[in-house]
């Protein structure tokens, strides 16, 4: 498991580097706000359809070759990112890199290999705290690297620095990582009849509820999603900032969302019931999102970036343990793989509505539609949150009081 952590804290941090300048790097190629919005997307879009495609190849040839391959071809797709001097080039090279993330899927299903049912989720954390690392130090790298001058800034450094880091995490890889799937284990998966995407979206959707808090998911990554795709575009034109800037703004939000999630989401999650947070992470990022347009300072500005990010990282793994509730243990794999691909799809609509919205409408309406949209999901929510059991003792309690019946 360290060497794993390791592996993924490397490869994730590489990431990370992308995510403050790709924005500000389309639009020195004279790329208008829907296309950036499109190029932004282009990596979820590759990434979705590739996933059935890593996961049947994982389970044939282990999980070790599949990591290796994948963190090869995500290095050659950042130095192709790294000397792309045209629009086109830079949607191929971020289409290769989607299709490339087959390490994410691979490493955790090599986590799901090597721990029991009892450490399962102990393991699984150790993954999230790789992707908070990656967050953190990613932007935060990728900024300096680049600088502070959006029209001037050097966007090939930070790409080869990412296409390093993956070319380090396959080294270790190579050299100190053992292969967790059984060559028995390996045959038996490969010879069991696969469900197809459709198969497993039309059974996971139909289920009680599930289908409602996979939509709740859905639209809530879009408004975020949406969020991070524009957020650079926004601070050009509002403030005047470069990829350094916003760099240190994003490895912010991604301090504040391991904070929340590594230490605060378990402790409400106990006080209120998965059921209630979501509510809670649904207002928190309308109120985040609304707040930005109106942000002429950068006090201001972390303010809303703060309570956005604590509404997304609130909602995200209270809906995923309340999703994986409804649930037998036999559904759990599928179910959470179909809640996976609709998050990657609403990464896809995301950036492109965004985008779209800041090209026709102005560089505020991605933020007030982003909000909007989560005033919605706070009522539907709210209007439904009956049907989910609570699994905190203080909300059952609080929520036998009020449902039982009053004597005439």
Known sequence: MPILFLIVVVDLIGFGIIIPLLP??????????????????????????????WGRASDRM????????????????????????????????RAVGGFMAGNLSAAFAYVADITTR????????????????????????????????????????PALAAAGLSIVAWVLGLALLKESLAPEIRERLAARPKE????????????????????????????????EA???????????????????????VGVLGVLVQG??????????????????????????????????????????????????????????SLISLQVGEEDQGSTMGVTRSATTLARVAGPAAAGMLFGFMGMDWPYFFGAALMVVVTIWAIRTRTR?????????ASDTAQCAPKNP
């Open 24 to 53: 500000l790097y389309a639009e020195v190629m004279d790329a208008d706000p829907t296309t950036v919005g499109l190029v932004m997307a282009t990596y979820s879009l590759t990434q979705f359809i590739a996933a059935p495609f």
């Open 62 to 93: 282990g999980r070790r070759p599949i990591l290796l391959m994948s963190l090869f071809g995500a290095a050659l797709a950042y130095v192709w990112l790294g000397y792309a001097d045209n629009i086109w080039m830079l949607f191929g090279a």
């Open 118 to 157: 009892e450490t399962r989720a102990k393991g699984m954390g150790v993954i999230g705290a790789a992707f908070g690392l990656g967050f953190i130090f990613g932007p935060a790298i990728g900024g300096i690297l680049a600088g502070s001058a959006p029209l001037s800034a050097d966007y090939r450094t």
């Open 196 to 227: 197809t995407r459709r198969q497993m979206f039309k059974s996971a959707l139909t289920h009680p509820n599930v289908g409602l808090l996979i939509g709740i998911s859905f639209l809530a990554t879009v408004a975020f999603a949406g969020l």
């Open 230 to 252: 524009t957020f650079a575009m926004w601070t050009k034109r509002q403030f005047g900032w470069g990829p350094e800037q916003n760099g240190y703004i994003f490895a912010f």
């Open 263 to 320: 230490g605060l989401i378990g402790r409400l999650r106990r006080k209120f019931g998965e059921a209630r947070l979501i509510i809670q992470g649904a207002a928190a990022l309308a109120l985040g999102i609304a707040l930005i347009p109106f942000s002429d300072s950068l006090p201001l500005l972390l303010v809303a970036m703060s309570v956005a990010g604590y509404g997304f990282s609130i909602i995200s793994p209270a809906l995923n």
């Open 388 to 396: 989910f059991p609570h699994t905190s003792a203080a909300a059952d």
